[in-house]
């Protein structure tokens, strides 16, 4: 971004000094700039950035402000530094992003005014723009807008896969509603109709529509010996496939290869157009619906533009066949983007619905399948689910029941969340797991959750590294029936005394209070934690010498973690960080 700087008065030279330091940590350009030169420089910059008082800024801007379309941005920054305003152009010309980012650069705090972005709602007016999306028609955005900030119910129908269809499906707002198709448009339900499609759609008299174009379809041309103006021709061919109910939405273009120098080739390719080109032996080789002996006379092959816009979107049926005009013909395919399986093992966290990562709820939105461990993860955690999603249990099912209901739904494409408690690497049996989908061949990645040592830290109000006192934490497990490693014995492990978190130990709490006693004094403070941050959340403090009793009065049993260590409850011990005398990279100690 080309950005102008214009200090308004002496006082606001330092924070003049610090934002031209932008250039340096960013990819803008920043230049410094009188306010007297600001009218005969108005469309030299892509954002203007006055430092001083903002009626100031407005009066010399106001006889400059055209369209909201066109206008570059504008930002005011007091001359202490303290607010950075997003003034004008804030969603299309990125106001409002260049005033948080000058926010964060200064520390100083932003003032956003538009009301998507203070409701957290899509910036309709940048959708487009943002994704590589045409707006359909002259659609007037504003009355979407005013529906759409005023949350008027919404309906939204996506006939299109890529990045922008899946933002809006994970950020769709409680008052926007998926529709599966254009029948579904009810004027007594919606008030407004947003559409991502290249196919040209009609709604109900009296409903406000926003379609965005995504650029999805690869044209196959024909083209007679140096067809020209490249203008008139391409012009011919978007109305002609308007004919036929598509909106022009090429992404790439494609032709035989004698055509390479043809002035419409060389026109789209001054645009950034990709041009794609096949021989005659890889087009006659494609089944078509119309081909022609005229053209197989002439080029080799029976057909061109449909046999190159089938050959381009690799192998996807035409959705407008054949089409001529004087000396042009053409066909369009759209490459329908391929659902690719995966598999995402998600950390659930230790129980608490709100405790799951971001990402986490992002993919449980989205899954096909929802496989979670029944018997240690709260079933509403798979609440959030879309609608037809499969959500199942594997509390009954052994690992190779698991990993064929995984690979059914691998198979047909499907997204498929493995949903572990706490986080999967830890005491989560994602190994087994993780060799048959290396075996298989199958993509899968892990999004970690909060482990219930980290929720025991927080509900036990403790930090569990002591300055001078522990500094290391042991998380393990009690020998049950799975065998311990002889060299991770609790009792060898004990000799450090450091805050210890045993999970999986609860029904074995004899043997491990006697383990732990070989080496913590028997007055060291322990903590059984039951059901950390579920709505049935217990927790039993006391001393290490009455740890087995406290779980067994209290019937404690699979899903507790058994702290240990003087770090609970412990209130002494200061950290170097803070402390007025201590230096470090970001401040200097005093002495």
């Not at 198709?181 to 919606?190: F, H, L």
Request: proline fraction near 5%.
């Amino acid at each position: 971004m080309k950005i102008a700087i214009i200090p308004i008065s002496q006082e606001g030279q330092a924070v003049a000094r610090q934002l031209q330091q932008l250039a340096v940590r960013s990819t803008h350009k920043v230049t410094l700039l009188l306010r007297s030169e600001v009218p005969a420089r108005w469309h030299d910059y892509d954002a203007f950035v006055f430092i001083g008082a903002m009626g100031i800024c407005v009066r010399t801007i106001a006889p400059l402000v055209e369209d909201k379309h066109t206008d570059p941005a504008v930002v005011c920054v007091d001359s202490l530094g303290q607010h950075a305003i997003s003034v004008l152009s804030g969603h299309i010309g990125g106001a409002n992003d260049l005033a948080t980012e000058i926010a964060q650069f200064i520390g100083a705090t932003p003032v956003i005014t538009t009301q998507s972005d203070n409701a957290g709602l899509w910036a309709l007016d940048t959708l487009g723009k943002r994704f590589g999306w045409s707006v359909a028609g002259d659609t007037d955005m504003n009355p979407c807008i005013f529906a759409f900030v005023n949350r008027k119910p919404t309906a939204l129908l996506l006939e299109a896969q890529d990045e922008g269809t899946e933002y809006l499906q994970q950020t769709m707002p409680a008052h926007v509603s998926l529709i599966r198709d254009i029948s579904e448009a009810d004027r007594k339900k919606y008030e407004l109709i947003i559409i991502v499609s290249p196919y040209i759609r009609h709604v109900p008299e009296g409903m406000s529509v926003l379609q965005f174009v995504p650029r999805v379809a690869t044209y196959g041309l024909g083209l007679a010996h140096q067809a020209a103006p490249a203008e008139r021709i391409l012009d011919e061919i978007d109305e002609a496939i308007r004919h036929q109910g598509l909106h022009p939405c090429a992404c790439e273009y494609a032709t035989i290869d004698v055509k390479r120098d043809e002035p419409v080739v060389k026109f789209l390719q001054e645009r950034g157009f990709r041009v794609r080109f096949f021989t005659a032996e890889e087009l006659a080789k494609v089944d078509v619906p119309n081909p022609s002996p005229l053209v197989e006379g002439y080029m080799g092959t029976p057909s061109v533009c449909e046999a190159a816009a089938i050959l381009a979107s690799e192998g996807d049926q035409l959705v407008v066949p054949k089409q001529k005009g004087k000396d042009w013909t053409v066909a369009v395919a759209i490459r329908r983007a391929p659902k690719q399986a995966h598999i995402e093992i998600v950390g659930a966290g230790p129980g608490d619905p709100d405790l799951i990562s971001v990402r986490g709820r992002r993919f449980l939105e989205r899954a096909d399948l929802i496989l979670y461990a029944g018997s240690l993860v709260p079933k509403a955690l798979t609440e959030c689910h879309k609608p037809g999603a499969v959500v199942r249990s594997s509390a009954d099912m052994n690992l190779e029941e698991q990993c064929a209901l995984m690979k059914e739904h691998y198979d047909k494409g499907h997204l498929i969340v493995r949903l572990h408690t706490g986080d999967p690497c830890i005491f989560g049996a994602i190994q087994e797991q993780m060799a048959f989908f290396d075996r298989e061949g199958m993509s899968y990645h892990i999004t970690p959750g909060i482990s219930s040592f980290l929720a025991a830290a927080a509900e036990l109000r403790s930090q569990f590294t002591i300055p001078e006192r522990t500094q290391t934490i042991i998380l393990t497990r009690g020998e049950g029936r799975t065998p311990m490693p002889e060299r991770e014995q609790l009792h060898l492990l004990a000799r450090s005394q450091s805050t210890m978190c045993i999970f999986l130990s609860a029904s074995i709490v004899d043997d491990v209070q006697r383990q732990l006693l070989q080496h913590y004094p028997e007055d060291t403070p322990v903590a059984a934690c039951y059901h950390l941050t579920w709505p049935d959340q217990k927790i039993y403090r006391g001393q290490l010498k009455d740890l087995a009793h406290i779980v067994h009065d209290n019937h404690l049993t699979l899903t507790t973690m058994l702290v240990v260590g003087e770090a609970i409850d412990n209130r002494h011990g200061l950290s170097e960080l803070y402390n007025k005398h201590f230096t470090h990279l970001y401040r200097q100690g005093e002495d």
